[in-house]
Each structure stands twice: as C-alpha cells, then as structure tokens.
C-alpha cells in the first residue's frame, strides 16, 4: 500500500527530468509468453471463487474509468475498454467464466518471489492513558506528495515525498526523528500500548486497532514519509540475532520482545514511517482497501508492480508446496519491486498472521488477459 523511493533515485529522477536527458537501454527481453491453462500447475485443482468476487469489485471501478484510461506503465494491459467484456460478463461458474474470456500468459524471467501480508489488530485509546503511550499519526498537512510521472511518462509510478522548505521540497523525518520528537502537524487519531505492534501494522500498510471501549475500527493507509524502507529482518541478520534461514515476523516479533532495551533502535534502521486514516470496519471479512481502491480479498488478492503489472488483472501464482492460486491485482507494497515480485493477502487473524508471517517461496506467475487484448499481443509481449 505504499510506494518508498530512495533518496538518491529521487534525485537522479528530478534531475533528468530538468536536463531532459535519456540514456539508451538495451532490447527489453519478453515480459510476456503466451500459454495454456494447461501449463499452470494445479490450475485445475485450483478453487477460483474467491477470485471471481475479488474480479467483481474491481470491475465496478474499472467501469467508472475513461476507456482510454491506460491500465498500466508496462503497456502490455491496454485500455479500460479493454476489460470491459471479461467485466460485463464476470457471472456463473468461476472456472468456466476465467478459462472462456481469458487468455493465460506466463511472466517471463528467473523464479519469483512471493512473500505475504495480513491485517494486522493493535490495541489503543483515544486518550494517552496508562499504557496507551505511543501514538498513532494520521496524515501530517504539511506532507507533500509528487508523482514524477506528472512530469515524464518515463516515471509513471514512481513518486516522492516530504515537506516544503520555502521553495524547495525536502525529505521528510525519518523513523527515528518522529519517535523523538513526534510531529506537531500530524493528528493523533489514537495512542497503542505496543510501538512494536504499531511498527508491523506501519509494515503491513493497514490494519484493525481494537479500542478500551470495546470498538474495532479500521486503519487505513494514508501515506507515509518517503524515506526508504529497510527490512528489520535484514538488521538482525547483519547485526547476528537471527540468521538468513530462521528470519519471519514470528522469530523478529520475538526477537523485538525479548531484547525491549534494542527494540527502538532496530525499528529505527527502517526510516520509512506510515501515516492512518480511520475507517469503519463494516465487512468484517475483507481486509482495508488496497492500491486499487478496493476491499482487499483473502488469498484472492495480490501486491503487484503497479509500474510492471495492471491493477484489477488476475495473476495465477504457482510456489508450491507454500501456495497455489489465482488472485487479483489489487494492490502494491514498498517492496514489491519488479515483474516477478508478488505479495498475498491472507486476511486477518492469528491464522493469517501465522502463514503470511512464513510465506517467502520462489514460484512461477501467470497473468491472465482478456481474449481480444491477448489476440493484439499474439505470442507474447513486447514483440520480438
């Protein structure tokens, strides 16, 4: 649910759209190669229900686009009008209705890599009390959002953040500037008895907070501080408390608990920081509203590339023995960077929590195209 950029890339991003200059790249390898549902492992065992609901409600937004609108940077997925039939005709037997007005095409390049997310519970107050202590920031006013592909189609996608500093944009505190010193613009929607819970709900992107009162509510992603993301598990390997082979969210929450003197610092590594919204919770069975800006599914749903990939396509991804399944695009993640790169939504819960805490398989992914886009692409994309 959000999309970090480094500071270096930023600025060699600002100062070749000033300069206007362009560096030659070598041939784009195929992206895309025509296949058959036959050539998608256990596609046939597969259960696509939760898929086809997922697909509906992204429809009901693509409906509402212009039919020009592009649906994504990688140009293969066309226009909107292009998913307009496989939408209109989103109805009945799920298997039935994927393999009649789909095409399936296999992502080309080494093995992915597909790791999962879940929505994550704290528990707060609305008022600082007792242990409520740490505050939970809703979307500063002096934070300023520039979506470079306004001004290059080269970066559609990409995006900077921070605060205005007379004339010029400059970055925006860190992790650790925040936790010293708070941020006086921002709101505080609530207070949390846990930094580190709120820290993994910050990773996640959105989640439930579950207040004094008895009342659960949604936190929604708002935007975050654009200082680049660093992966804690990372940290710890580096630093030598936990090795490459036993690193999860259940080894890190541990680790984090167990070494309260540490904790702070190791959280502070990552300078990414995440600001909420608060929703209602109402259908207790979705997860919050993903990139796309729709409720996200469980095991229906995946982050993809938004700069490689369309959001509201369906993408079959095969990492067996962890997982197997189709699951729409719908939403992105600040490391979730490049074709083969997918994240699952699990949902909610102590069982999601377990197995997206785990999931970390290489695999295979497929994207499914409506037939009449797939006839235009022929054998695959880009053409050789």
């Known amino acids: 649910m959000k999309l970090l950029l480094g500071r270096a890339a930023a600025i060699f991003l600002i100062a070749a759209i000033v300069t206007g200059c362009t560096t030659g790249t070598p041939p784009q390898p195929r992206l895309l190669t025509r296949a058959a549902f ?112 306004a001004f290059s189609p080269a970066f559609k996608g990409e995006h900077i953040a921070g605060k205005l500093q007379g004339q010029a944009l400059v970055p925006y505190p860190d992790r650790a500037a925040i936790d010293a010193g708070g941020i006086a613009a921002a709101p505080v929607l609530l207070f949390t008895d846990d930094p580190a819970s709120l820290f993994f709900l910050q990773i996640q992107g959105s989640g439930r907070a579950r207040l004094d009162s008895g009342e659960v509510i949604r936190l929604g992603y708002a935007g975050d501080n654009g200082q680049p993301y660093t992966a804690i598990g990372r940290t710890l390997v580096d630093q030598g408390a936990l090795t490459r082979e036993n690193v999860s969210l259940q080894s890190i929450r541990a680790w984090l608990k167990a070494h309260p003197d540490q904790a702070r610092a190791v959280m502070e590594t990552d300078k990414s920081y995440v600001f909420f919204r608060e929703t209602a919770l109402d259908d207790a069975s979705l997860g919050g509203i993903g990139t796309m800006g729709v409720r996200l599914t469980p095991l229906a749903s995946l982050a993809v590339d938004a700069r490689s990939h369309a959001l509201g396509a369906p993408f079959y991804v095969a990492a067996d023995p962890a997982f197997s399944g189709l699951l729409i695009g ?55």
């Open 38 to 149: 036959a050539d998608l492992p256990g596609w046939d065992r597969a259960d696509l229900d939760a898929a086809l609901a997922a697909f509906r409600r992204g429809c009901a937004l693509l409906a509402a686009k212009p039919a020009d609108t592009p649906m994504s940077g990688a140009g293969y997925a066309g226009t909107a009008a292009d998913w307009l039939a496989p939408c209109n005709a989103a109805d009945g037997a799920a298997r039935h209705f994927f393999e009649t007005e789909f095409t399936p095409f296999a992502v080309g390049g080494d093995d992915g890599l597909f790791t999962g997310y879940y929505e994550p519970q704290i528990n707060g107050s609305r008022t600082r009390q007792g242990a409520y202590q740490t505050p939970v920031f809703g979307l500063p006013p002096d934070l300023v959002r520039a979506d470079l592909g």
């Open 330 to 384: 719908q939403d992105t993640g600040g490391a979730i960077r490049g074709p083969l790169r997918g994240d699952i939504f699990f949902g909610s819960g102590d069982a999601a929590e377990a197995r997206a805490g785990t999931m970390n398989a290489p695999g295979r992914m497929f994207v499914l195209l409506p037939n009449a886009l797939a006839a235009r692409l022929g054998n695959g994309w880009p053409p050789p």
